[in-house]
Nanobody
């Protein structure tokens, strides 16, 4: 009923930039907090950034000052602008959202993941 589609990942050199997008579609009544997680090889999944419906943001210390999370409520889309990328940013990035579909309770949804590789 609800689907998240991620895009924007790829291969980039250190110091470069990428912009990730995650669009929600389906029978959606409302979307609350949206965010991004990442999982590097051999590492646990970690929170990168979140943004509430009202625009309040939180960032992991490792990305603060380099990444910016934003959302377009009209498009049901969350973005992650990644600047000054480092090799340690290499990971699969997952978006997640709290969504209430029509006729259903609020649930947490995950995107399929998009790979980001930063070369040195």
């Amino acid at each position: 009923q609800v689907q998240l589609v991620e895009s924007g990942g790829g291969l980039v050199q250190a110091g470069g930039s990428l912009r990730l997008s995650c669009a929600a579609s389906g029978s959606i009544f409302s979307i609350n907090t949206m965010g991004w997680y990442r999982q590097a090889p051999g590492k646990q999944r970690e929170l990168v950034a979140t943004v509430t419906r009202g625009g309040n943001t939180n960032y992991a210390d490792s990305v603060k000052g380099r990444f910016t999370i934003s959302r377009d409520n009209a498009k049901n889309t969350v973005y992650l602008q990644m600047n000054s990328l480092k090799p340690e940013d290499t990971a699969v990035y997952y978006c997640n959202t709290y969504i209430q579909p029509y006729n259903l309770r609020t649930n947490r949804y995950w995107g399929q993941g998009t790979q980001v590789i930063v070369s040195s």
